[in-house]
């Protein structure tokens, strides 16, 4: 599955066992936006940044294949 449907999943879950999830830190726009989306707390981190060709790669891997 994409890490973002993964993690919109595990953080529902928790967030119906009532955990409390103070921040949640990614460097994935469309995750950092699910985040949102679930009105939780969330930072947009930069540290990733990969050349032009290497995005598509990564993309693939992420979404088509579901391997983050």
Do not use: C
Not at 17 to 34: G, K, N, R, W
Request: glycine share 2%; charged share 35%.
């Amino acid at each position: 599955r994409p890490s973002r449907v993964f993690k919109r999943d595990r953080l529902r879950a928790w967030v119906a066992q009532d955990a409390a999830i103070e921040l949640v830190v990614d460097d994935d726009p469309q995750v950092v936006q699910m985040v949102r989306d679930l009105g939780l707390p969330v930072l947009e981190a930069d540290w990733l940044h990969v050349p032009k060709d290497e995005q598509q790669v990564l993309w693939e891997a992420q979404e088509r294949l579901g391997r983050t």
